[in-house]
């Protein structure tokens, strides 16, 4: 079946990502997004299963954030925030730091995940400069680990992912390291923090959850030990809440659920509740203070365009406006409670190594995926939108999803699988 003259034409000028463009499957035409439905330019529908890259957390186009965002667009769709502010970005920072725990209330907006995560690799780094210590400025970060496409945020993913391999010898060398989940670990830390005093800015770690490096998850205890190791080491802890902020692991934030406070934490996709492109570097008072000096250069030099977005953070702002007035994280609980019962199925299939769930993720490892475009395709063919990636199949549903509709989605799966065994 022949798609619209858009795709067609289209097709010869864009370039997908992740994609080997001379061999991938053509991509699926979408004509619009309702709820948890993804609609086809053939008007056939598919369930979403992962919210788009774990975005849509209210499902899409929810009225409130529409009418948010319509009403931003009337009056002020962008203005610069170099010497002008603007009324939702400052309420949203506001808003921000009354969430976040502890003195983290500092807020730095920037348009995409891997770009806050810059961001505060340069605070941490800028922040030992300013206060006279010019040899930290390498990270230490963990195998499995992800943090975004740009240069310097590959340089702090898991070397040996493979995505990014290609790159390794244009990236500059951070610390890496294994998560400290038991005593050996946690000693070759300790001892890697030592040997390495006075080159480390930060420890980096995404809390609870290495998503795009494998869904690994992690105990809070885990968090914890890292606290006391930056603190114990002198180094700052910057945790990347990209994926895991807001709702997604059955707290708003992670790091609550180890009762800690992060130096720097980074914010973005489920921010805007999915319909717009922001993020946030939230610094903690001592960290922001660093860099109030007499001198010029102590200021933080870094400033995108399109940063504080009038209509992203009004989005933003509706998006906030849900999570206090709607039952969210009553709704990821129950999310869990059914995707462990129902994924639960799986685990006896053939080629299925382990069945985890964390709040709104409910994760599939397989030992191997023979054909990774025949999955999606017979995924696809049972009316639902899952990816796949490496030997993961995963959920990360809107957090609005009925249990019909989520008992549609763990179905498909086990359906798939089954099948292909
Ligand atoms: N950090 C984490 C933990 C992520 O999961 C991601 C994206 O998946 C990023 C950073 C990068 O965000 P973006 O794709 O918006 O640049």
Redo the contacts with the bound molecule.
């Keep these: 079946m022949r798609g619209p003259q858009w795709l067609e034409r289209g097709m010869h000028h864009v370039w997908l990502p992740y994609a080997q463009m001379q061999t991938a499957p053509s991509p699926l035409p979408v004509v619009a997004t309702q709820g948890r439905t993804i609609t086809l330019a053939d008007g056939s529908e598919l369930l979403d299963g992962i919210a788009s ?2 975005t849509a957390c209210h499902g899409y186009n929810h009225p409130h954030i529409r009418q948010a965002v319509q009403a931003q667009l009337a009056c002020m769709p962008h203005v610069m925030f170099g010497g002008l502010v603007n009324e939702p970005a400052l309420t949203l920072a506001t808003r921000l730091a009354a969430l976040l725990p502890g003195d983290l209330e500092r807020v730095f907006f920037t348009d ?6 810059e961001v505060a690799m340069k605070m941490a780094i800028q922040y030992w400069l300013n206060r006279g210590e010019r040899g930290r400025t390498r990270l230490l970060a963990f195998r499995g680990g ?5 240069m310097a ?1 590959m340089a702090v993913c898991d070397p040996d992912e493979g995505m990014h391999s290609l790159y390794a010898g244009a990236l500059p060398e951070h610390f890496m390291a294994e998560l400290p989940v038991d005593a050996a670990s946690t000693q070759a830390l300790d001892n890697l923090l030592a040997q390495s005093a006075g080159q480390i800015a930060a420890i980096i770690v ?1 809390p609870l959850v290495q ?2 490096g494998g869904m690994l998850f992690h105990s809070p205890d885990v968090l914890l030990t890292l606290r006391q190791l930056a603190d114990r080491h002198g180094v700052l802890l910057i945790l ?5 902020g807001f709702g997604r692991t059955g707290t708003l934030f992670a790091c609550e659920q180890a009762g800690i406070v992060p130096d720097i934490i ?1 914010l ?2 489920a921010l805007t509740g999915g319909t717009m ?1 922001l ?1 946030a570097t939230v610094a903690r008072r001592h960290v922001f203070e660093a860099f109030l000096s007499d001198n010029p250069l102590h200021a933080l030099m870094h400033g995108p365009t399109f940063m504080a977005n009038a209509m992203a953070c009004a989005c933003a702002n509706a998006s906030l406006d849900l999570f206090a007035c709607e039952p969210r994280l009553t709704q990821v609980a129950q999310i869990e409670a059914q995707m462990r019962s129902e994924l639960e199925a799986c685990r006896h299939l053939p080629g299925v190594v382990d069945v985890r769930v964390m709040g709104a993720i409910g994760v599939v490892e397989l030992a191997r995926i023979a054909d990774m475009n025949a999955l999606k395709a017979a995924l696809v063919a049972q009316g639902v939108w899952v990816r796949p990636f490496r030997t993961i199949i995963y959920l990360t549903p809107a957090f609005t999803i009925t249990p019909a509709e989520l008992s549609r989605l763990t179905a498909a799966i086990h359906t798939v699988l089954a099948h292909q065994g």
Excluded: L, N, Q
């Design positions: 890259w774990w995409s995940g891997s770009v806050a995560v992800y943090h975004g496409d740009t945020t995404e998503g795009a990347d809440e990209i994926f895991t980074t973005s996709k492109a993020a």
